[in-house]
Nanobody, 121 residues
Framework: QVQLVESGGGLVQAGGSLRLSCAAS????????MGWFRQAPGKEREFVAN???????YYADSVKGRFTISRDNAKTTVHLQMNTLKPEDTSVYYC???????????????WGQGTQVTVSS
């Protein structure tokens, strides 16, 4: 059974940094896309970033230049380094895994439970 476990969320002041991690287990993930989405109360789930099986990355315009996605060599853990955080980054952040990837939730088969990120002004 595939399992994704996120960690690293918390409360930070505007301008600060946080690093999220997502550990995947349950199958081989070498050819899958791993991504991060976020969802604020009353809003739709929003794409943040993803990383491809070959190491390529893609970011939402709202986080480009501030967030960096990376994965370990075993391709079982993905990280999201978030710098220069803004209050509008406040959301529950979800890790996702799937064979299609892309910026839509439908491209991912597996999801973590989410981790709260709160940025105070």
């Amino acid at each position: 059974q595939v399992q994704l476990v996120e960690s690293g969320g918390g409360l930070v002041q505007a301008g600060g940094s946080l690093r999220l991690s997502c550990a995947a287990s349950g199958r081989a993930f070498g050819d899958y896309f791993m991504g991060w989405f976020r969802q604020a109360p009353g809003k739709e789930r929003e794409f943040v970033a993803n990383i491809w099986w070959n190491g390529g990355t893609y970011y939402a315009d709202s986080v480009k230049g501030r967030f960096t996605i990376s994965r370990d060599n075993a391709k079982t853990t993905v990280h999201l380094q978030m710098n220069t955080l803004k209050p509008e980054d406040t959301s529950v952040y979800y890790c996702a895994l799937g064979p299609v990837g892309g910026a839509r939730p439908g491209g991912y088969n597996y999801w973590g439970q989410g981790t709260q990120v709160t940025v105070s002004s």
